[in-house]
């Protein structure tokens, strides 16, 4: 059974750094494309950076490379989002995905199978 679990959300001020883990079970990381995702209020589910099953690529959208990286630890079968240099847009329900069927560094929402239940990041003064 797969299942995934954010956590590390919390309220930062413009400039700060988070850093959150999402701790997996039921699957290795480097079997399944997994990625993280945002959604503002009001806003569709963005993907801020995934990793592709096959050979590891990652894809980070241009808006956000410099500021968001991603890694993992297969060891604790967890991986994780860093972000650095904040800004009050990034505020929003922060969630980690995966999916055994994609190849590549996908990072659609919609084509992703598996989700946490999110971690809430609020970036304000």
């Known amino acids: 059974q797969v299942q995934l679990v954010e956590s590390g959300g919390g309220l930062v001020q413009p400039g700060g750094s988070l850093r959150l883990s999402c701790a997996a079970s039921?699957?290795?990381?480097?079997?399944?494309?997994i990625g993280w995702f945002r959604q503002a209020s009001g806003k569709e589910r963005e993907g801020v950076a995934c990793?592709?099953?096959?050979?590891?690529?990652?894809f980070v959208p241009a808006s956000l490379q410099g500021r968001f990286t991603v890694s993992t630890d297969n060891a604790k079968n967890t991986f994780y989002l860093q972000m650095n240099s904040l800004k009050p847009e990034d505020t929003g329900v922060y969630y980690c995905?995966?999916?055994?069927?994609?190849?590549?560094?996908?990072?659609?929402?919609?084509?992703?199978?598996?989700w946490g239940r999110g971690t809430q990041v609020n970036v304000s003064s």
């Open positions: 039921g699957f290795t990381l480097d079997s399944y494309a």
């Open positions: 990793i592709s099953s096959n050979d590891g690529s990652i």
């Open positions: 995905a995966a999916d055994r069927q994609l190849v590549g560094p996908v990072c659609m929402a919609t084509l992703y199978y598996y």
